[in-house]
């Protein structure tokens, strides 16, 4: 008989983010540690917002995180015409949100809990604006981000005059810079401040935990970005960023809830002692710590 997991959406927010970043194109993210393996086959439920019943499918485990497991759903076409025909009926319907499943961990909060509470997290970011995508489009033509460096670093060989030479860069070698440039370059465009270059960034291939803890702390930073983050397998996988993501005030509630669990017994202690955290987390993080001394963990 295959392990049985499921994935339970607080929101359609959040399930808007799953679907634009995995589901449509037949993958699904599980958070939370698990015990399954590499090409192992599972049975999963998706249960969307306010739904009494699942839609099942069958899926492969493609890749496993110590934030979760990513997976390739058979037969997606099939899968994702019954999400949508779910999706309809539920928003035209519009029932209330159900309480918590039977079985849900101690820790966990209840549905209503969730989406109360992600009420009240800023707006995602937009999406690009036709100019935008007019300027990301003309920001692969022409110069390389290679060449823009080797022009830049000619007259920038210490950081203070590198620093300035970036600054002055037009807005279409910044962005050139923000998508293929190396750390350095990408550390000095992070500390501009702007929300455009940001989104750049982060897709980065050059991008290493250092620059994501960079950007954590930069005002700047959206909810879409941090959400963006959290579901990257390869940030996911350091135990500061998993962090600092989970107690950013900008991170939707959902997210931090799905990487509490992931955080040490030192991160949770401080979680749960914090006096600027919002309740809900400090209350999952205390019953962790309690939950994990008494099992000598």
Do not use: C
């Not at 110590?66 to 997976?71: E, K």
């Not at 033509?141 to 860069?169: C, H, M, Q």
């Not at 750049?200 to 991008?207: I, K, S």
């Not at 030192?266 to 914090?274: D, E, F």
Request: hydrophobic residues 35%; charged residues 25%.
């Amino acid at each position: 008989m295959s392990p049985k997991v499921e994935r339970r959406f607080a929101s359609w927010e959040e399930y808007s983010q799953e679907f634009s970043t995995n589901l449509k194109n037949f993958g699904l993210f599980i958070p939370g540690p698990s015990q399954v393996k590499v090409r192992e086959k599972l049975d999963v439920e998706i249960w969307l917002p306010g739904s009494s019943l699942p839609v099942p499918a069958r899926a492969e485990v493609v890749a496993a995180f110590p934030a979760g497991v990513a997976l390739s759903i058979e037969n997606g076409p099939e899968i994702l015409k019954q999400l949508e025909g779910k999706e309809k009926n539920l928003k035209s319907a519009a029932p209330p949100s159900p309480a918590s499943p039977a079985g849900q961990d101690e820790f966990e909060m209840s549905v209503e809990e969730v989406t109360e509470e992600t009420q009240a997290e800023p707006e995602p970011e937009k999406p690009l604006t036709e100019a935008e995508k007019q300027q990301e489009a003309e920001s692969d033509s022409g110069e390389t981000a290679e060449e823009i460096e080797n022009r830049v670093s000619v007259s920038g060989a210490d950081y203070s005059n590198l620093f300035a030479n970036v600054r002055k860069l037009g807005r279409m070698e910044k962005i050139k810079l923000a998508k293929r440039g190396n750390r350095r370059y990408l550390s000095i465009l992070i500390q501009e401040g702007d929300r455009q270059l940001l989104r750049f960034v982060l897709q980065n291939p050059h991008l290493s935990s250092v620059e994501v803890l960079q950007i954590l702390k930069n005002p700047q930073l959206t909810t879409e970005n941090i959400s963006e983050l959290a579901r990257n397998p390869a940030f996911a996988q350091n135990d500061e960023v998993r962090y600092q993501i989970v107690v950013h005030p900008k991170t939707p509630l959902p997210t931090a809830l799905s990487l509490l669990i992931s955080l040490n017994q030192r991160q949770l202690s401080v979680i749960a002692k914090s006096k600027n955290m919002r309740h809900q987390l400090k209350s999952s993080a205390l019953k962790l710590v309690v939950k994990r001394q008494s099992d000598g963990f």
